[in-house]
Structure formats: structure tokens, C-alpha cells
T-cell receptor
Framework: DAKTTQPNSMESNEEEPVHLPCNHS???????IHWYRQLPSQGPEYVIH???SNVNNRMASLAIAEDRKSSTLILHRATLRDAAVYYC?????????FGTGTSLTVIP | AAGVIQSPRHLIKEKRETATLKCYPI?????VYWYQQGPGQDPQFLIS???????DKGSIPDRFSAQQFSDYHSELNMSSLELGDSALYFC??????????????FGPGTRLTVL
């Protein structure tokens, strides 16, 4: 199974940038890297995904290492609504392999 | 925009009973995925269907079965329920027409409690 490793928790001050790291040393050449976030008792919500190149969207940026063994989700300005568990996921074929996720706390 | 609908949202069953969870994907989505998330755990992939055929199988117990119907909705059938089956069950849908990197859209989940 494809595996990801993330820190259990991180804190950020409101309005500050947040860098959420993820290691995926066993990634294969065709695995896409997806990031989702989950609020308590809600379904995971798509944030961003990429394969090799860095990606930007209205929610976040995804920086992928050149060897693809790690990636970083960047929230440019954390808000209180960004407090959630962030999952770094490898997509192998049609299967999502969730890691343990990082619980992000945003401090006002 | 329409989202994934799951019913029921909450379900309480006794041990050894059966349960059926339903999932209605986003319109025009052809693929449905089922996940189980135990308390304090990350979601675990159970099974997926593409165009009404099973496409991938994860850690789904033999006591569970699922299918996708002609209208693309899916049902997860769970028999001989055990206490350990208590969890949040998420359904997600996607459109394979966008390629294998497409996004999965998750429903709000069904919270199953087995007493």
C-alpha cells in the first residue's frame, strides 16, 4: 500500500502562512498526491492535488519535491476556518490511501 | 451545487443485526467509493464501483457487500454487525471521464453505532 507520513499536529497564528509537510518515500511514478481536509463529523473536503509540478489554486499551494518523496501544503494566510485535520493522500489507480493526518490548530 | 447524499445520517443497531447504507453520487458521476472511519482513525478504503461494476476492493470484511445500481446510487450492506463496526461510513463519488487523477467528492457520512 502507498503510505504517507505527517506530523500529528501543528499550530499556526491567524493570518500567518502554514506549511504542512508530508513524506511519501514509497510513491510510485503514477501516484498522484492529493490533499484533503476534514472537520469533525464531516466528510473530507478536497484541497489540492498534483503529480510532479507545483500547483496553486484559490485554497492553497502544493509544493512537490523534485524526487517526489515529499510534498508540502501551503496555506498562505491561515484563518480560523482552516482549523481541521489535513490528510496527505496518495492516489494509486482508483484507491486513496489516507495517512494519519495533521490536526491544524489556528490561534487567533 | 449538488453534493453526495448519504442516508441515513445516523443509525443504531444491535450486534448481529444487518444494516444498509445508501449513497447518491453527484449527478453525472459514474464512480462511487466507500470508506470506513473508526473513532480517532483515518478513513480506510472499503470498495469502489465504476459504471455499476466493482472496480477496486480494499479492506472490506466478508460480512459486508455493496453494489451500484442503474441510477448510479450505491448501497453498502452490512450483516452480522459487530461492536467494532461502529464508525463513520463515507461515500465519495467522482467522474472517471476526467482521468485517473480526478477528485473524489465526499458525502457527510453515516454514523453507525452498534450496541
Amino acid at each position: 500500500d502507498a503510505k504517507t507520513t505527517q506530523p500529528n499536529s501543528m499550530e499556526s497564528n491567524e493570518e500567518e502562512p502554514v506549511h504542512l509537510p508530508c513524506n511519501h518515500s514509497t510513491i510510485s511514478g503514477t501516484d498522484y498526491i492529493h490533499w484533503y481536509r476534514q472537520l469533525p463529523s464531516q466528510g473530507p473536503e478536497y484541497v489540492i492535488h498534483g503529480l510532479t509540478s507545483n500547483v496553486n489554486n484559490r485554497m492553497a499551494s502544493l509544493a512537490i519535491a523534485e524526487d517526489r518523496k515529499s510534498s508540502t501544503l501551503i496555506l498562505h494566510r491561515a484563518t480560523l476556518r482552516d482549523a481541521a485535520v489535513y490528510y496527505c493522500i496518495l492516489r494509486a489507480g482508483n484507491q486513496f490511501y489516507f495517512g494519519t493526518g495533521t490536526s491544524l490548530t489556528v490561534i487567533p | 451545487a449538488a453534493g453526495v447524499i448519504q442516508s441515513p445520517r445516523h443509525l443504531i443497531k444491535e450486534k448481529r443485526e444487518t444494516a444498509t447504507l445508501k449513497c447518491y453520487p453527484i449527478p453525472r458521476h459514474d464512480t462511487v467509493y466507500w470508506y470506513q472511519q473508526g473513532p480517532g482513525q483515518d478513513p480506510q478504503f472499503l470498495i469502489s464501483f465504476y459504471e455499476k461494476m466493482q472496480s477496486d476492493k480494499g479492506s472490506i470484511p466478508d460480512r459486508f457487500s455493496a453494489q451500484q445500481f442503474s441510477d448510479y446510487h450505491s448501497e453498502l450492506n452490512m450483516s452480522s454487525l459487530e461492536l467494532g463496526d461502529s464508525a463513520l461510513y463515507f461515500c465519495a463519488s467522482s467522474s472517471q471521464g476526467l482521468g485517473h487523477a480526478d477528485t473524489q467528492y465526499f458525502g457527510p457520512g453515516t454514523r453507525l453505532t452498534v450496541l
